[in-house]
């Protein structure tokens, strides 16, 4: 569901979700002494809710690549089912937790919509770079908007290089040697 | 003693068996499509059946009762290598050998044996990705042994290795088959390897079992399976041979077949002193006169035993079955050293062929290869 919601949609659920007067804003409010929307954990947790659906695919695509053949082979050696899986698929699998972590965190990142519904914009608070990048501009301060975006430019070509290198050398290290 | 009497329906595919599969490597042959895998992987429980297994007393399955692989005890080497990428070669074979122990089960094969029988102590902190596949394929084999199974399932293990790979490997098998005493299925549609290392033979078409048998007698009836669409390859028989000398210059290892000489190519000097060679019936010429010069290195003398008319895909030909001992003229004892020939019946008339008749059986050494070839 949040894959296909609009972030402002999701966002504006999410800040009456978070408000006082809900279960969830007050017992957070009752636990903290502080209120969760407009706070960094309000942002935390939004972008939890918003990002984890990103992690789903790229972990069931690493799942399904393995397929039936390594459980089949722990069965063989006498692994029982929740016994194989622990010991051949979760670590067979660790490139997808490598590779969907660090796109969801890249996407994350970038988020603007919900954060700027549930966080505000507190300088210092709940200011992300997205939303310095808009305020940048929206007060024509050109110079700071460059810096941030090239920052942000090289930190998604960064992340994006050390996925695709580090899931060519996970393929290798999984091919035998006479299929490459 | 594996039994089983099993229905399974998958795709086009309707498997049908009955049979019982005693100590020892039974091989299970028939072309691509048969239904051999999935015969496998019923035994195994990874493809649902109906009907009944029962293993050395053990009922893996029946009506109403279905034991899981992980508890049938099942040493499976797969068709695709499936070795643990994430574990080395040692942790590979410990996988199923802690889990054993734990479970407190053995044949008494221990780890360090295994591990010296298939010569992998070099590999042993090496990751599966660094194998060659013939190194793979050794490990895959000793991986399923290190399971203490109580069946030893081979789908085609050796499928896709050079010919100096399954020199490697068919002495190990041979002996780890021959040293334990459970029942192992040995898929494969190679006549070489099955005479090598197989003891009996299951003959598998379309889902159903045609023939079974001891590998010598089957091996000699295979021409009645085979149809026009369908071959089983040539018939043959096995002949069982102890080594004489081994001529490193010419690459010709000299066996004695019943007290008879047979030449035989082999690039490596073998590695046992008895052998098991398949001689295909069509390789075999028959002469009534002691022959002259002539490049065909091994005359054996023997007597007609047998003279059988071929049908079918063999239509045109006679089944000639001699027997090399000579002091058996003309009688058929058993199945130790008798080979049969395939010529045509034009042929067979016009030499006046008949049973009891002392004649020549021409073999070319460069059809003959040692299991080291």
Same mark, same amino acid.
């Given at each position: 569901m949040p894959l296909v919601m609009p972030p402002t949609v999701l966002g504006f659920y999410l800040l009456v979700l978070f408000s006082p007067d809900n279960a969830l804003g007050g017992s957070w409010l009752a636990l903290t002494g502080t209120t969760l929307a407009f706070s960094f954990y309000g942002l935390v947790f939004a972008s939890l809710i918003y %990002?984890?659906?990103?992690?789903v695919q790229p972990l069931t695509a690493a799942f399904t690549q393995l397929g039936r053949g390594p459980m089949e $082979?722990?069965?063989?050696?006498?692994? %029982?089912?929740?016994?194989?899986?622990?010991?051949?698929?979760?670590?067979?699998?660790?490139?997808?937790?490598?590779?969907?972590?660090?796109?969801? @965190?890249?996407?994350?990142?970038?988020? @603007?919509?919900?954060?700027?519904?549930?966080?505000?914009?507190?300088a210092?608070?709940?200011?992300?770079?997205?939303?310095?990048?808009?305020?940048?501009?929206?007060?024509?301060n050109y110079q700071e908007a460059y810096i941030l975006s090239g920052g942000l430019m090289a930190f998604s070509f960064v992340v994006l290089l050390g996925v695709y290198q580090f899931n060519r050398q996970f393929a290798m290290s999984l091919t035998p040697r006479g299929m490459r | 003693m594996l039994s089983l009497?099993?229905?399974?329906?998958?795709?086009?595919?309707?498997?049908?068996? $009955?049979?019982?599969?005693?100590?020892?490597?039974? !091989?299970? @042959?028939?072309?691509?499509?048969?239904?051999?895998?999935?015969?496998?992987?019923?035994? !195994?429980?990874?493809?649902?059946?109906?009907?009944?297994?029962?293993?050395?007393?053990?009922?893996?399955?029946?009506?109403?009762? *279905?034991?899981?692989?992980?508890?049938?005890?099942?040493?499976?080497?797969?068709?695709?290598?499936?070795?643990?990428?994430?574990?080395?070669?040692?942790g590979n074979l410990q996988y199923g050998f802690r889990r054993a122990k734990a479970a407190?089960?053995?044949?008494?094969?221990?780890?360090?044996? /295994?591990?010296?029988? @298939?010569?992998?102590?070099?590999?042993?902190?090496?990751?599966?990705?660094?194998?060659?596949?013939?190194?793979? =394929? =050794? /490990?895959?084999?000793a991986r399923s042994l290190c399971s203490q199974p109580q069946l030893l399932l081979l789908d085609e293990p050796l499928t896709g290795l050079d010919a100096q790979r399954k020199a490697d490997i068919i002495p190990y098998l041979a002996t780890v088959a021959k040293d334990l005493s459970i029942p192992t299925v040995y898929v494969s549609h190679i006549n070489d390897e099955i005479a090598q290392l197989c003891d009996n033979m299951l003959v598998m078409t379309a889902g159903t079992l045609i023939d079974e048998g001891p590998t010598g007698e089957v091996l000699g009836r295979l021409w009645r399976a085979s149809g026009p669409d369908q071959s089983y390859g040539d018939p043959?028989?096995?002949?069982?041979?102890?080594?004489?000398? *081994?001529?490193? !210059?010419?690459?010709?290892?000299?066996?004695?077949?019943?007290?008879?000489?047979?030449?035989?190519?082999?690039?490596?000097?073998?590695?046992?002193?008895?052998?098991?060679?398949?001689?295909? !019936?069509?390789?075999?010429?028959?002469s009534l006169d002691q022959p002259g010069r002539m490049s065909i290195r091994n005359v054996l003398t023997g007597a007609i035993v047998g003279i059988r008319q071929l049908t079918g895909a063999k239509i045109g030909l006679v089944a000639i079955d001699i027997d090399l001992d000579a002091e058996n003229h003309g009688q058929d004892k058993g199945n130790d050293h008798k080979i049969v020939a395939h010529i045509s019946a034009a042929a067979c008339n016009d030499l006046g062929l008949a049973r009891g008749m002392p004649v020549y059986a021409l073999i070319k050494s460069a059809k003959l290869t040692t299991p080291f070839a």
């Open positions: %990002s984890l659906p990103f992690m $082979a722990a069965a063989s050696l006498g692994a %029982s089912p929740m016994d194989a899986w622990l010991t051949t698929i979760l670590p067979m699998a660790r490139n997808g937790y490598l590779t969907a972590g660090v796109l969801t @965190f890249a996407h994350t990142v970038g988020e @603007f919509g919900i954060v700027l519904m549930v966080g505000g914009n507190l210092g608070e709940t200011r992300v770079i997205s939303i310095a990048i808009y305020e940048s501009v929206e007060t024509l | 009497d099993i229905q399974a329906q998958t795709g086009d595919l309707t498997l049908n068996v $009955a049979t019982s599969i005693g100590d020892g490597v039974t !091989a299970l @042959f028939g072309p691509s499509g048969c239904g051999k895998t999935t015969l496998l992987r019923a035994i !195994a429980g990874l493809m649902p059946s109906e009907g009944t297994i029962r293993c050395n007393n053990v009922v893996w399955q029946s009506t109403g009762t *279905f034991m899981p692989l992980h508890q049938r005890r099942v040493g499976y080497v797969f068709q695709d290598d499936r070795l643990f990428p994430h574990l080395t070669v040692a407190g089960l053995s044949i008494g094969l221990e780890l360090q044996e /295994v591990v010296a029988r @298939f010569d992998l102590e070099p590999l042993l902190q090496r990751y599966p990705n660094t194998l060659s596949g013939g190194e793979s =394929r =050794r /490990v895959n084999i043959g028989s096995l002949l069982e041979a102890s080594v004489m000398h *081994f001529d490193e !210059a010419n690459a010709m290892v000299h066996l004695n077949v019943a007290g008879q000489e047979l030449q035989v190519i082999s690039p490596t000097e073998p590695q046992t002193q008895d052998l098991r060679l398949f001689l295909a !019936a069509a390789d075999v010429a028959l």
